[in-house]
């Protein structure tokens, strides 16, 4: 399928963002901008090199015009054009060179493209970019290339612990390997409590000193919907899975204040705009991590434009989510709703059938709590997002998405599943039915390992599938899973979307691939759907916020597999350059 191949340290790589470059805000008054040539964009035959409708009104000066460029409107029509002008943070015209020449005025600032790409800005649906903050404020990383093995783990782990004031907690985060124990951590930290969280975030380790803190004892029950993992005797070692049971320990952490959060944000914020991403919804954010927003929002001091949703981990989170969150909406910042995790990564899916995990057939919630909370968020007017993995916790979501709709048959709701891994057939028509959006993240194939071969042949043509969910008309959004998944570009999740390769660069489910139209337009026009934006975000129209990033190729006409290489040149949001490489 390819002439190049692609190595686990390609993803590695665009995991680990773009080097050398200048991040600028609220440029007014440049001169001129000319961007290196590159050869002139091959245009296919279906997408015309059009105007967009709606030409401005007569006698408008723009206030920057992008022109020979390659621009990809992501309209209804996938129109192609030249040219790009804005006026007033928006979108004034996309058409022919000529056009969009006759717009400007003595103070337009103009942008020549050298045959680059523009494409509307990235809406990156699913991240949880405080979080993502935090990792790379507090925690040491313990992650690939540095760190492979437990003993590699061990050894970077040991400076932190050396620099710890007595009885400071450490803290860090891992990926591909096993959960650390107690035992293994007691060695190189008996006396500072340790803290280690699993990239993806659904299970952590901790050592003795941690347990003694939290009082967590062999005779600790788990928490409805949480995993303490024990030996033979019955004593915990020092693995937690799901956040219920995370919380045991969690709650003896200090945790980020909202001014804490509010100062890290800002290091993500970049990270994102290099790589092109002008939108984010954050899918996880509990109160602190809301009030960090908020101040942000207040400040007017946001980079990017962000949906946040508040999560429910905890019963008693309704009362706060109905009473204590302010409903923040201007063109920054907006509180779009809230989030459920109803099962967790793949340890501890929720499905109908044994899986060889920790857990199968527990759910996070009480099912029926979880409906009546469900209904009483329903009720609110606002979205719901659910991350659900297993196909009984998608199926369970569903059950209640279909009730509180039917209690309160609210005119088009557009509540979410995130993730949507395990899909079966009903599934898919079920969730069509309802108007449910699927927040996807197809890069999770490359991150699988032997997972598939863990589920079984027939479960596992059910994963992602990304395919018969656009065939059934259910609205899909791309997202990045950042800071839970290596890779947050959306370089990755594009070439993924495209070619499903595994971490063995065979692909998984082919016929479940989008083409790299449609997987960009689901990083675009459908993710700005999956959050009420799509008459403001996701295309290049008149009227549209002025978010847009320049590639140095064309999305269209290279290999799918050189998706990964293709870079952000400058990303602009509300016609203010962001970001520009150096």
């Known amino acids: 399928m390819c002439d190049r191949h692609l190595t686990r340290r390609d993803f590695i790589k665009l995991g680990a963002g773009a080097l050398g ?31 967009t409708t709606a030409p401005p009104v007569a006698g408008q000066v723009a206030d920057a015009i992008l022109v020979n460029g390659n621009v990809i409107t992501m309209d ?37 493209l050298g045959g680059k790409t523009v494409t ?37 782990l040991k400076p932190a612990i050396a620099k710890a004031k007595p009885g400071e907690w450490v803290q860090g985060y891992y990926w591909d390997i096993d959960p650390p124990t107690r035992a293994q951590l007691d060695p190189i930290s008996p006396d500072n409590p340790v803290w280690l969280m699993q990239q993806g ?22 928490p409805e919907g949480g995993v303490i993992e024990r030996d033979k005797q019955g004593n915990p070692t020092g693995v937690f899975y799901n956040h219920r049971a995370m919380d045991l320990v969690r709650a ?34 509990r109160f602190n991590a809301v009030q960090g927003y908020l101040q942000v929002a207040h400040a007017k001091s946001m980079m990017l434009r962000s949906q946040v949703y508040y999560t429910l981990e905890w019963p008693a989170d309704l009362d706060r989510a109905l009473n204590q969150i302010e409903r923040i909406n201007d063109e920054y910042m907006r509180f779009a709703g809230y989030k459920f995790l109803i099962d967790g990564q793949f340890p ?33 007017g606002l979205q719901i997002s659910v991350h659900a993995c297993g196909d009984a916790a998608i199926d369970l979501t569903l059950d209640a998405y279909e009730a509180a709709m039917k209690a ?20 898919v028509k079920r969730a069509a039915d309802l108007g449910v959006v699927i927040s996807c993240q197809p890069q999770f194939v490359r991150g699988m390992g032997n997972l598939p071969d863990k589920l079984g042949a027939e479960r596992a043509k059910r994963l992602i599938v990304t395919r018969d969910w656009m065939n059934a008309g259910i609205h899909l959004a791309l997202g990045s899973d950042t800071p839970t998944s290596p890779w947050y570009t959306p370089q990755v999740t594009l070439t993924e979307s495209v070619l499903r390769f595994d971490q063995f660069n065979k692909p998984l489910n082919p016929e479940q691939a989008l083409t790299i139209q449609e997987a960009l337009r689901m990083h ?31 999305l269209y006409t290279i290999k799918p597999e050189e998706i990964l290489q293709a870079k952000i040149e400058l990303t602009m949001i509300g016609g203010k350059i962001v970001y520009q490489k150096t």
């Open 524 to 554: 675009t026009m459908g993710s700005a759907y999956a959050c009420f934006e799509e008459n403001s975000k996701g295309s290049l129209e008149p009227g549209k916020f002025a978010d847009l990033a320049v590639w140095n190729a064309n």
């Open 408 to 427: 309160n048959p609210r005119k088009d709701p557009r509540h979410r599943i995130e993730h949507a891994i395990l899909c079966s057939k009903d599934a």
């Open 76 to 112: 209804a029509r996938d129109t192609l054009a030249q040219a790009v002008a804005i006026k007033d943070s928006k979108i004034l015209r996309a058409g022919a060179n000529g056009a969009i020449r006759a717009l400007a005025g003595a103070n337009t600032k103009t942008i020549d």
């Open 348 to 380: 501890t899916w929720y499905t109908h059938e044994p899986h060889p995990g920790i857990s199968w057939n527990m759910p996070t919630w009480n099912p029926n709590q979880y409906k009546q909370t469900i209904k009483a968020l329903h009720d609110t």
């Open 252 to 285: 003896h952490i200090p945790q980020p204040t909202p001014q804490q959060i509010a100062d890290s944000l800002r290091a993500a914020e970049m990270k994102m705009a290099e790589v092109g991403v002008t939108t984010y919804h954050d899918n996880n954010a």
């Open 201 to 222: 975030g659904h299970f952590a380790s901790v050592n003795s000193a941690a347990l003694k803190i939290a009082n967590i004892t062999a005779q600790t029950r788990n």
């Open 120 to 156: 509307p800005g990235l809406i990156d649906a699913h991240n949880h970019l405080q979080v993502w903050g935090n990792l790379l404020a507090n925690y040491v990383a313990l992650i690939p290339p540095d760190v492979k093995t437990l003993n590699d783990l061990l050894a970077k």
């Open 21 to 51: 470059a200048t991040l600028l805000a609220g440029c007014r008054g440049e001169p001129s901008v000319h961007m290196t040539a590159t050869p002139a964009p091959t245009i296919g035959a279906k997408p015309a090199l059009t105007p």
